[in-house]
């Protein structure tokens, strides 16, 4: 190899969002550098502006249809930030149903449906052969399953927030519709059958781990900083502080959403339309992070629920805190989908679910600014809005999940790339893929 | 755009193309009064004849605009004097709302006039059409809001 | 394999919803996909782009086109799509109408790029990029002005069991033929046909379940809206804010006709009426802005000031 070469990969796909990958080899045969390319931006930050805020809760949940209701629910928060209004806990009780809800039926499509067929069929396997519906065809009762967590949560959402895509219920001061008995009597009695596919979950991803113990542990291992919502130290969605851990696994911080301009910092790429998230006091590129299941699990001292803790006990033990392995990314995603059952049993058995007093009266505009966290199931998201005394949005800016981890993408696949094309010579380019898909 | 405008009357003489929605229970009459009593007014409205202007839908307007109108004017009964009782108030609330969409699209609010003329206020109606015109005369064509 | 048909999906800039809402028809995919032969999907299918060049024209029978043209790549994309589909559908609102991704428009390009690249409250001094990604469009124009589509549908996104339905349809060479009637035909609420008093904003007070949110001054735009999602929202509280864009002909003016509505049911003093309704381009064009009146003089000025 004499020559510089670029190797583009064009889409990447089973992936949420726009992108492709360039590789650009050096002469000396060395990997020079590695892009990961969005593709495409739409400018809600600026169309957001001179839009009543309440009506941002309704426009945001279409940044992203895979966590439409992080988006809805962390915008509603932003605005009930900025306006001083506090819902009724009643309230507050359904958004997290519903966060839950998308948690599981977000996990569980990307286990099953982005990521599975790596493990089941080999990151190697005809393209053809790796897709959901070959699932669908060689493993049906695998997927049936899948199928059935997915269906579990979306079809929840959809009782909760009318649409499980781009939800419409919430609204500054509560929720706009509580949860009828009736439905939260259906609801329970399709818990014992979620509980089964969940636990039939975790065999799975034990078994994949099992497998390929040697990938998850040897490829791509890249310590960055991690980034998670944690609320008294266990891992949580929708509230709570942000905390930041290092490579090392130190707690570098631990902060009130609205304090977030002094450790987000932003670096504009020239060759992506979403920006680089990093660690603002360790600067770009030394601060970069990553914002994910993994991190949560990472920067978390323990789970809200038993059987999620005894699931992150067991993946300690096998990867240590913080994990670094860009694989064990499936193995957190599983551990997090049984919090988000417990929690949905949880309160589906709190009989304040059903409560009618799920939304304020006399909620009044004010100017302001107001700084909203949740997670999505990628990773931490943050809404900043600034109003008038109107209520009309003047300036907005939003740290999407996905930017918190492209660095760290970046980040993982040259180390992946260096293993493939310096070290073991040429092999199918299809093996960076799967690290994207975290 | 006064150079725009400029040029654009030097080269082929340009007269304004007003639209005017009229009710046909006042203004379309007082419009024809206008004509038989002489009541002098600029030649540049073509008029649509409609039975009210609670009839008329914000899509009139628009689609006029859109499709090269440099002016729209509409002319109904006085608030109260509607036949249809309250269609004018309807459509005056619909206007207070379009006109600042309009506004919000960018888009010069002069190049629309909403006014109320009864079928014996001839000269009401045409002095209407005259401002329309000047105003819209001074914006130039409806082209120049691409510039 | 003969008997099945042959299907690409492709998205230009879009948020993956209508996608989505595609995989929530659920253990009905189990029905659906061993019907179909995958040409193109880069969401759950490793092909690339050189796969669907490569193919004949008019060689797959249905295409699906999600999402708005917002670069250059989308737009190629979108006729790419155009010349390899026999039947190609315009899949959701953003593709339909420009949805949400249209609202661009109401601001100049530069605008755009300085409060996402340039200046915001985390981001100083930065550039808009320019290696290895596709130019942005100077404006969002519909994509029919791109390309002809044989079937539309909107929503955002489409509900699954619409998409089920048109996708089981069109397998079979079937006509698809859907009602034609807007939101309030399947709202459950009562009509009474009272003007209100009175314009309010969604947070203020609590409403009647039960009545009318129109009439109840909440502004609704389930009048103007093609009800394809059988009133989802106004069934659970919320107002419709017309996401499935106008009703059969689809692409008349949906804001002007919500603007209508709106008139007629509260025939107030032109100041109280333009002081509560704070954002009507915003308000009653959300979904459909760039096919609009309005949009369609926004993407000639902006055209014109490219040349
Ligand atoms: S129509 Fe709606 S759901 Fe579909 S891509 Fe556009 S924003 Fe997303
Ligand atoms: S306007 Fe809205 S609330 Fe009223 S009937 Fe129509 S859809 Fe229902
Ligand atoms: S009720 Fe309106 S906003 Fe809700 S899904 Fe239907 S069209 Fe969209
Ligand atoms: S009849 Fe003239 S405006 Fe209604």
Known sequence: ????????????????????????????????????????????????????????????????????????????????????????????????????????SSHAIHFYALAAPDFVFGPFADPAVRNVAAVLKHLPDVAVQA????QFGQELCKTIGAKAIHPTTAIPGGMLSPLKEEERDYWLGEVPDLM???????????????????????????????????????????????????????IVADFEPHEYTDYYGEHIPNHSYATHIYYKPAGYPEGIWRANTLARCNVADKMATPLAQEALEEMRELVGRPSHHTFAYHYARVIEMVQATEWIKKLLEDPDIVS???????????????????????????????????????????????????????????????????????????LPEPMVKT | MTMAKTQTDSEHEWTPRI????????????????????????PNARIVRVNC????????????????????????CHPGDCHYTSGNLKLRARWAIME??????????????????????????????????EQVKELGPIQEEWK | MTDKVSVALMQGSSCWGCFQSLIDIHLRLAEVLPMLDIKFWAAVADFKHEHLEGYPDKSIDVGLYEGAARTEEDIHHLKLMREKCKTLISFGSCSCFGGIPGLANFSDIEECYDVKFRSNKTVKDGKVPTENVPPIAPVIKPNNQYVDFDVYLPGCPPTSDLIFKALTTLIKGDELVLDPHTVCHYCNRDKQETPIPEILRPFDGNADPDRCLLEQGYICMGSATWGLCEGQCVNKGATCR??????????QDQGANGIGMLGSYAPLEPEVIQDAVRDPLGLFWRFSYATSHLGSMRIRREEAKNQ
């Open chain 1, 1 to 104: 190899m004499t020559e510089e070469k670029v190797i583009r990969v064009d889409p990447v796909t089973r992936l949420e969002g726009h992108g492709s990958l360039t590789l650009k080899m050096g002469t000396d045969g060395k990997v020079k550098d590695v892009q990961f390319n969005v593709e495409s931006t739409r400018f809600f930050e600026k169309f957001l502006e001179g839009r009543p805020m309440e009506e941002a809760v309704r426009i945001a949940p279409r940044i992203c249809g895979i966590c439409p209701i992080p988006h809805h629910l962390v915008s509603v928060k932003t605005v009930e930030d900025a306006w001083d209004v506090t819902p009724p806990p009643a309230a507050i009780k359904l958004r997290r149903l519903l966060i839950e809800a998308k948690q599981l």
């Open chain 1, 147 to 150: 199928i059935k967590l997915m």
């Open chain 1, 196 to 250: 089964d596919n969940m636990m039939n979950t975790v065999d799975l991803a034990k078994q994949v781990v099992n497998d390929y113990i040697d990938v998850i542990t040897k490829v791509a291992v890249t310590p960055t900083y991690y980034l998670g919502l944690t609320n008294n130290g266990e891992l949580d969605i929708y509230d709570g502080k942000v905390r930041v851990m290092d490579p090392e696994g130190k």
């Open chain 1, 356 to 430: 009618t007093d799920v939304k304020l009266s006399d909620v009044e505009p004010k100017a302001g600014e107001g700084v909203g966290i949740v997670e999505a199931p990628r990773g931490t998201l943050l809404h900043n809005y600034e109003c008038d005394e109107d209520g009309i949005i003047t300036k907005a800016n939003l740290i999407v999940a996905t930017n918190n981890n492209i660095a760290g993408i970046e980040k993982s696949l040259m180390d992946a790339a260096k293993l493939i094309f310096e070290k073991e010579g040429h092999k199918e380019l299809d």
């Open chain 2, 19 to 42: 639209v005017a929605y009229c009710c046909n229970w006042c203004s379309y009459a007082g419009a024809d009064l206008a004509g038989t009593s002489r009541i002098q007014y600029p």
């Open chain 2, 53 to 76: 202007t609670g009839r008329i839908s914000p899509e009139f307007i628009l689609a006029a605009l859109d499709m090269g109108a440099d002016g729209v004017l509409v002319s109904g």
């Open chain 2, 100 to 133: 600042k969409a309009i506004e919000q699209a960018g888009i010069d609010t002069r190049r629309i006039r909403l006014q109320w003329a009864s079928a014996s206020e001839g000269q009401v109606f045409a002095d209407g059409v005259a401002k329309l015109v």
């Open chain 3, 242 to 251: 017309g996401c499935f864009g106008p009703p059969p002909p689809i692409m």
